[in-house]
């Protein structure tokens, strides 16, 4: 295995971009950077910025894109994600943010963004299932992979909850936005070459499997 990638991951809520942004994080060595993650730690903190960024978070709105690009660009100038890379797990989200992120990155770039493609309606039932744990962000399901205790996350302790934005009334604005702002990036990242449409569905090793062989075979092509 070759460490180092430098990873963004795109897909609509529920397409199973947290659970393979933390398992690439792993094989690659390399710090997952979640915004979603971020905004949930300031919100949980109780500051100023986390008071904030609770208004959008709960509306399932987007944070306004100055503010993330601002937390992205202090993430991603650390000396970590500079020598040895990231998994962007929820960033960019619209097409501002993704021309502020190419930018960052130079002059490395990035190695590949996967669109994770998954149905809506498996996103759904996936969504209503979601648990995730407050301290950490590992994600579990209650169908499917709920944790060895209920409640109580296998890697941390912490409490495995519900999100507070998984109610239906922000779950339906969160996919509204997905194909209003963040769908557009697709073709976005396809025009500039850098994009791989990954099939998300099957369990979560095969779709690993999956992302792996085709970042494998990006990065050999990319001069380190
Ligand atoms: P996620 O965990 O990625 O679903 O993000 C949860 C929430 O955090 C979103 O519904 C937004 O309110 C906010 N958020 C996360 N990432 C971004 C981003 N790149 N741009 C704007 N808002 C974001």
Request: with cysteine.
């Amino acid at each position: 295995m070759n460490p180092g990638a430098r990873l963004v991951i795109l897909g609509k809520q529920g397409a199973g971009k947290g659970t393979q942004a933390v398992r690439l994080s792993r094989h690659y060595v390399v710090p997952h950077v979640s915004t979603g993650d971020t905004f949930r730690a300031a919100v949980r903190s109780g500051s100023e910025f986390g008071k904030r960024a609770q208004k959008y978070l709960e509306a399932g709105e987007l944070v306004p894109d100055e503010v993330v690009i601002g937390v992205v660009r202090e993430r991603l100038t650390h000396d970590d994600t500079t020598h040895r890379g990231f998994v962007l797990d929820g960033f960019p989200r619209t097409v501002q943010q993704a021309e502020a992120l190419m930018e960052i990155v130079v002059p490395q770039g990035l190695d590949v963004a996967i669109d994770l493609e998954i149905d809506t309606r498996v996103v759904l039932e996936r969504l209503a299932s979601r648990r995730v744990c407050s301290d950490c962000g590992a994600n579990y399901s209650v169908s499917d992979n709920p944790p060895r205790v209920p409640g109580i996350c296998d890697v941390c302790g912490g409490d495995v909850v519900q999100r507070d934005d998984d109610t239906e009334a922000a779950i339906r604005r969160r996919l509204e936005l997905y194909d209003h702002e963040t769908a557009p990036l697709v073709d976005w990242f396809d025009e500039r070459g850098l994009l791989a449409r990954m099939d998300g569905m099957g369990s979560p090793d095969q779709v690993t499997e999956r992302l792996v062989t085709e970042i494998d075979r990006r990065k050999k092509f990319r001069p380190r």
